[in-house]
């Protein structure tokens, strides 16, 4: 083996050695997504105890004894770091280094010593704090056996590549970020595709369809040149042309658009490039006010999955194996042909039907659910874009209600390959446009409550889509109790955020009070879900203690909401008859739904 190639088990990838990022590189990013992937990329890899699993590589400069400067892996490492350090796993406390990051830092060292409670939330760094409590939920949740996990560690593996010592790191850091190490899997499929296709306009056509789709972040329609985009779309270029009805016909159209007299023929500017990632004048794209609910290699995954069900066949979302399971499609050309034309009808549903984050005006910053489609209006300046609720007016009582069913879903299956969801939708509107959107969404979350068996559960057990779904019900059609209106229907000021950690309201290990039983403590009545971050700063406070100083906290459940105001009645305490009788009002609630 090559001298600058080192395997590694991962549960020795601390042993003996120190790793420092440096200043150049990001903060630690990774969320529940990125973290809950690995966690079960490790549980799921090894079938065969007598195969080893390679995570990827972790690429480094080595700068003293056992000292190793990350180039590249940090994300990854640094979730190893957290994980292992949750399984007990024990090392040095100068394993892992941030480069003048104080607060990095300190955390890490105090995760490593154990002493959580030390860990101040004003001193810490919260990103790293939440990446602990992402783990630490999961495996709650999950139920999964540590020392299976430990022992799995041992036949998991990552390659330590060392880069010559004589390289330009900043150079090498700048090429990796910007170029990648190697072609990513789609760009491999988009080979194959275009391999199979017999002309030269077959091929240009299907480029164009799929550098156009890869683009996620900015309505479909936005992508192409203004010539295609005419030539593609009906006239306020919310659908394409009833004509475009598969590959051949919309390479009629791009054709046709061809032979317009414009002052560049489009096959020349294929030709050069120029439409690849751009589409027209930079005043009429948007290109950082939408974020897609899911990247291209995920979208042609729905894809996939979206012609199985047309064929009564079943696909998986699940990138371990993206070549293979689309391999089918590039089999020979009529295929492939298919394959791209419902690429692209799909991508037209999906930007017109499928919710979006909007970083715009006030929700600049942090966004907020959006669920608009795309028209065309004319101003002195030609044909721009504007963005109306894709249900009636954005504010109307239809959209705001599938806008917020769809972020019930998308908070609670936040991983790409759970997200069946969208091929359900998806393969409804290709059938028909004006289907009832919220009965296929209510009907496909009824389903998946069903397979829960709710009231047979406790604790972790219960699935996340109990208490999501039943705060999509509380915001539907409000709730009362005694005659008292505690929610609001359709409350302007209230929204889904990405909530993932089951709270118990009465602490587990109270402080100042007796510990409930088991039964009162782990019921549906004394639980929440809540953010990772709102978790860690609810802690074992009494429930008094955290209606008074996590108002906040409080509010991202309607469910909490209910059981804070259940907590002003009478005694002004939460108690277990109190607990018992929310759990049977919740529970009506779901029942209800589930019988229509």
């Known amino acids: 083996m090559d001298k600058n190639l080192k395997v590694i088990p991962v549960s020795s990838i601390f042993a003996n050695c120190s790793y420092r990022v440096p200043i150049y590189q990001r903060n630690y990013a990774w969320g529940e997504m990125q973290i809950e992937q690995l966690i079960e990329d490790i549980l799921g890899s090894i079938n065969d105890p007598s195969k080893n699993y390679f995570l990827g590589n972790l690429i480094v400069n080595q700068t003293d004894i056992n000292v190793y400067e990350v180039i590249d892996g940090q994300q990854r490492l640094t979730t190893l770091f957290l994980l292992e350090n949750y399984l007990g796993i024990k090392f040095s406390q100068e394993a892992l280094k941030f480069e003048a990051r104080d607060k ?43 020392s299976e996990l430990i022992k799995k560690l041992e036949k998991v593996f990552l390659v330590r590549v060392q880069v010559p010592q004589d390289i330009d790191l900043n150079h090498y850091f700048e090429i990796m970020n910007t170029r990648g190490e190697q072609l990513e899997l789609h760009e491999i499929a988009k080979a194959k595709f275009l391999e199979v296709l017999d002309t030269k306009h077959d091929k240009k056509t299907a480029a164009l369809i799929w550098d156009k ?297 109270p402080v100042e009070s007796e510990p409930w039983e088991s039964d009162d403590l782990h019921g549906f009545g004394n639980l929440a879900l809540i953010t990772v971050s709102g978790n860690s700063k609810f802690s074992n406070v009494s429930p008094e203690g955290k209606i008074s100083t996590f108002r906040k906290v409080i509010d991202q459940s309607l469910k909490l909401k209910i059981m804070s105001e259940l907590v002003n009645l009478d005694d002004k305490k939460w108690t277990k008859q109190k607990a018992s009788e929310h759990k049977e009002e919740m529970f009506k609630i779901l029942k209800a739904s589930i019988n229509g």
């Open 104 to 146: 990095s830092n300190r955390t890490l060292t105090m995760l490593n010593k154990g002493d959580h409670d030390g860990l101040m939330e004003e001193l810490s760094a919260s990103e790293i704090l939440n990446g602990y409590q992402v783990i630490d939920n999961y495996f709650k949740t999950k139920k999964i056996d540590k």
């Open 213 to 509: 789709c890869a683009d996620m972040d900015s309505y479909i329609q936005m992508n192409f040149d203004p010539t295609v985009r005419n030539a593609l779309f009906t006239n306020d270029w919310t659908s394409l042309k009833d004509n475009n009805n598969d590959f051949d016909s919309i390479k009629m159209y791009i054709q046709t658009a061809e032979d317009d007299n414009t002052a560049v023929p489009l096959i020349d500017i294929l030709k050069e490039g120029k439409l690849r990632h751009t589409a027209g004048s930079k005043d009429e794209l948007e290109t950082e006010r939408f974020e897609s609910t899911i990247s291209f290699p995920n979208f042609l995954l729905q894809v996939n999955a979206v012609i199985a069900k047309l064929a009564e066949e079943d696909a998986t979302l699940d990138d371990k194996h993206f070549l293979n399971n689309l391999s089918w499609a590039w089999a020979d050309a009529e295929k492939a042909k298919n394959f791209l034309y419902h690429m692209l009808k799909c991508r037209v549903l999906f930007d017109k039907n499928i919710l979006k984050r909007e970083y715009a005006k006030n929700y600049k910053e942090e966004g907020r659910w959006s669920l608009l489609r795309l028209e065309k209006y004319n101003d002195q300046r030609g044909a721009k874009p504007k963005y109306v609720g894709t249900f009636g007016d954005d504010d109307s009582q239809s959209n705001k209600q599938i806008r917020t069913l769809q972020s019930c879903l998308r908070i609670t299956y936040t991983s790409p390959k759970t997200m069946h969801w969208i091929s359900v939708v998806l393969t409804k509107l290709l059938a028909d446009e004006s289907c009832n959107m919220i009965k296929i969404l209510e009907d496909y979350c009824i389903t998946k409550i069903k397979k829960s068996e709710f009231e047979d559960s406790s604790g972790f057990g219960f699935e996340r889509i109990v208490f999501t779904y039943l705060d999509y019900l509380l915001y539907k059609d409000g709730y009362s109790y005694l005659n008292k209106e505690l929610i609001q229907p359709m409350r302007d000021d209230w929204h889904f955020q990405f909530r993932s950690s089951i709270e118990h309201f009465y602490p587990q290990h």
